[in-house]
Nanobody
């Protein structure tokens, strides 16, 4: 059974940084595209970034130049480095992957940007 577990969220001041981690189990991690999404209160879940098996990446405009997605296949973990955070980045951040036509999601990790 595929399981995704996020960690690394927390409270950070505007302009600060956080690194989120998502540990995967139950699958051959290295061959699948992994993604980070976020959902702010009262808003729809939105894409943040994705990384393919060849390590090519894609970013939503909101995170370009500030966020970096990466993966460590040996640890079956995908990361999201977030810099220059602002209050608009406050959301629950979710890890995601698509395997065999099924979307798998983690439980989410809360990121709050506030002074």
């Amino acid at each position: 059974q595929v399981r995704l577990v996020e960690s690394g969220g927390g409270l950070v001041q505007p302009g600060g940084s956080l690194r989120l981690s998502c540990a995967a189990s139950g699958t051959i991690f290295s061959i699948y595209t992994m993604g980070w999404y976020r959902q702010a209160p009262g808003k729809q879940r939105e894409l943040v970034a994705t990384i393919n098996s060849d390590r090519s990446t894609n970013y939503a405009d909101s995170g370009k130049g500030r966020f970096t997605i990466s993966r460590d296949n040996a640890k079956s973990t995908v990361y999201l480095q977030m810099n220059s955070l602002n209050p608009e980045d406050t959301a629950v951040y979710y890890c995601n992957t698509l395997i065999g036509g099924i979307y798998y999601w983690g439980q989410g990790t809360q990121v709050t940007v506030s002074s």
